[in-house]
């Protein structure tokens, strides 16, 4: 996004730039000042309409706008989260499929959620991402939603393996995590044992 900077001091902007032979004339800073004032109000009104168009900034109906003309439906995303998406679209849309372009939409749609561990190309046409993330633990949509941006930005033709490792607490058999004792397969287990 540009740096885009608001000028707040049009009315001593304009009284500096006064002649010489203007200066304290009473009634003409008086219309100087007039006019600064109300270039001051258009520069601030300006400076907002422009700055809430960018993608960074947009919220609410304006995000849905976007979607629309990038051909991405919001469907349940939250504005965060739509604003990702959106981000990553604009990327895909320009991506040759290349395993640094996946990577920066990666890390786009992830933020700080996922670490990628490796990416590899184990065969011709192929190429394979490894990742930790806290993106997939719990939030098994979030993570379809990064899945399919990754396989819409691959080349055509290549094939995307996707490989990855949730941080949350997975499935035991010991007694240190969810498994036959505690959890959904505890209850099963206990009504088949009509325990």
Known sequence: ?????EITNHEALALARLL???RAKDRIEAIVEVIGARAQLLETDFHDLIVECFLANAVGAQLDQYGALLGLPRGTADDTRYRALLGAQVQILYSSGTPDELLAILALLADVLITVTSITEPAPATIRM???GTAYSG??????????????????GVAIDQI????????RFDTSGQGFDEGLFAVDLAAEAGI
Request: glycine share 2%; aromatic share 10%.
């Open 1 to 5: 996004m540009p740096d885009i900077s």
């Open 20 to 22: 010489q032979q203007f």
């Open 139 to 156: 939030d098994t949509e979030w993570g379809e939603d990064i899945a399919r941006m990754i396989l819409k930005a691959r080349s055509p």
């Open 130 to 132: 490894e990742y930790i």
């Open 164 to 171: 990855v490792e949730a941080t949350a607490s997975s499935f």
